[in-house]
């Protein structure tokens, strides 16, 4: 099982920009199938973004896409989350997520290892 740790979250105004970190202890980063996901407080934990395993396929929430871009990097077993004109609404605990498949996924119960999540807050 792999061991993920997020950084990057803080607090910013509406239309500033954050890129948050999660960095992985395993060595078959490679391997994994990569994910964002977000709970804000009273909702559902709901899907972000998802990256395969090579990086080379990404898919995003209707909500964010266009603003948000998912990336990751091998050799430093890392994965971003570029985060462009925020709006108060992405305010919300933000996970990342591991499985060990082959296609990207979105339901956050395909994915077997979690972070323990970076807050973000968005200021209007």
């Known amino acids: 099982q792999v061991q993920l740790v997020e950084s990057g979250g803080g607090l910013v105004q509406a239309g500033d920009s954050l890129r948050l970190s999660c960095a992985a202890t395993?060595?078959?980063?490679?391997?994994?199938?990569m994910g964002w996901f977000r709970q804000a407080p009273g909702k559902e934990r709901e899907f972000v973004a998802t990256?395969?395993?090579?990086?080379?396929?990404?898919y995003y929430a209707d909500s964010v896409k266009g603003r948000f871009t998912i990336s990751r990097d091998s050799a430093k077993n890392t994965m971003y989350l570029q985060m462009n004109t925020l709006k108060p609404e992405d305010t919300a605990l933000y996970y990342c997520?591991?499985?060990?498949?082959?296609?990207?996924?979105?339901?956050?119960?395909?994915?077997?290892?979690w972070g323990q999540g970076t807050q973000v807050t968005v200021s209007s």
């Open positions: 990256i395969n395993r090579s990086g080379s396929n990404t």
């Open positions: 997520a591991a499985a060990r498949r082959v296609g990207v996924a979105t339901a956050a119960t395909d994915f077997g290892s």
């Open positions: 395993t060595r078959t980063f490679s391997s994994y199938v």
